[in-house]
């Protein structure tokens, strides 16, 4: 089932202590909110604004020549900077935008982020192969969140390993 999968998934690949990310937000491709987790409930609504704002930023990025040029690079880079957040964006083929906002205090590297992005891709996919999940929905899954949570707290590993489930 694919709760046990982001359950495995969950447990068997995030095990450092990294500080990256403070929120991850999840958008339709109409730019309707899906999902917004943050390492600290009280910002929230800062987040949620601030994920807001950056819409523009990531349409301009979907509709400039580079990325007209090449379909494949899903990641978009750094949207912009504030005073104390980077916000980066990730954009998958079927138009699901993830954002992820880091701390300017506890900068991240670009391979890094990239590897975040996958992960939260990866957890994103499992959700979506669940029969239960209906797409567009508000995402409320327990295992998805459990994901999430653990790349807010920085928990996950940087082996090669994939997400092969055990034999």
């Not at 992960?119 to 029969?131: D, E």
């Not at 508000?138 to 653990?150: D, G, L, Q, R, T």
């Amino acid at each position: 089932s694919t709760g046990s999968f982001l359950n495995y998934y969950t447990n068997y690949y995030y095990k450092s202590n990294l500080s990256m990310a403070v929120c991850i937000a999840i958008l339709t491709k109409d730019n309707c909110p899906l999902y917004l987790k943050c390492e600290n409930t009280e910002d929230s609504l800062k987040m949620h604004f601030l994920v807001h704002t950056s819409i523009d930023v990531v349409e301009e990025k979907l509709n400039s020549t580079k990325a007209a040029n090449d379909p494949r690079d899903l990641y978009l880079g750094q949207l912009y900077p504030n005073e104390d957040y980077r916000i980066f964006g990730y954009v998958t083929n079927t138009k699901i935008k993830f954002i992820v906002l880091e701390s300017v205090n506890h900068p991240i590297k670009d391979g890094d982020v990239r590897q975040l992005f996958s992960r939260i891709h990866s957890a994103y996919i499992a959700l979506v192969c669940n029969p239960f999940y209906v797409p567009g929905e508000p995402i409320n899954s327990a295992p998805f969140n459990k994901a999430i949570s653990a790349l807010l707290r920085g928990s996950y590993s940087t082996g090669s390993r994939g997400l092969a489930l055990p034999g």
